[in-house]
């Protein structure tokens, strides 16, 4: 079995081939059509704290691939340089596959038969989730950020990468800051998206990703 996996972007935008659609899942969402304002330095500074103190992060997910198509599965995220980021995404059953990254590897792994696709984290964005430090000025090219109210949108891309393809990542920093979702555009202009359900995460919980897990 081929898997297109190009658009992976820690991703998995190949993991819905060939499966029915998933009931609809909860979207929370920038407003679209709102004027927006760059996103300050005291929310960017906000962020940035949150997110370099989060090792560890474990959540439900509902993913919306390139055609429209969701699923549902359950993260499991430990940053680490080189070797020692590790994630993996179990996809609900009806989907018999399951994604890691480990070893500086992705895996789609197909649950029914074995096969496995892999592919370098290098291809993906999924080093930069996985960074243990990430300096949204200094590690990446800030692409654009926005805000509205307490919703912050940061778009990412690798510096030095002319590709075109993006990173977005969104947090609310109302109250404790935490991350709502990720947006990945890929240089053929698909789109895959995760968003986190809010009551689900757990972060820098040890005992949740355990290394026997990857």
Do not use: H
């Not at 909860?26 to 927006?36: D, H, K, T, W």
């Not at 947006?183 to 053929?188: A, I, M, R, T, W």
């Amino acid at each position: 079995k081929k898997y297109v996996f190009l658009s992976i972007a820690i991703i998995m935008s190949s993991a819905y081939a060939e499966k029915p659609p998933a009931p609809p899942a909860l979207s929370i969402a920038m407003p679209q059509e709102e004027v927006y304002q760059k996103a300050t330095d005291s929310a960017k500074q906000r962020i940035s704290n949150y997110w370099n103190s989060t090792q560890m992060l474990v959540a439900d997910i509902a993913q919306t691939n390139p055609d429209g198509t969701q699923i549902k599965g359950k993260l499991y995220l430990k940053k680490g340089n080189g070797d020692k980021a590790k994630l993996r995404v179990d996809y609900q059953s009806d989907y018999k596959q399951q994604l890691l990254i480990k070893k500086s590897e992705v895996l789609l792994i197909d649950l029914t038969d074995g096969a496995v696709a892999a592919y370098p984290v290098s291809m993906t964005p999924a080093g930069l989730i996985l960074k243990p430090q990430l300096n949204f000025e200094k590690d990446v090219k800030l692409v654009d950020s926005r805000q509205i109210g307490n919703d912050v949108q940061l778009v990412l891309a690798q510096k030095d990468d002319e590709s075109g393809g993006t990173l977005t990542l969104n947090f609310s920093i109302e109250g404790a800051c935490r991350l709502l979702r990720w947006k990945v555009l890929d240089p053929q202009g698909n789109i895959t998206e995760v968003t986190l359900t809010p009551e689900t995460i757990r972060i820098n919980d040890e005992k949740l990703v355990p290394d026997s897990l990857f």
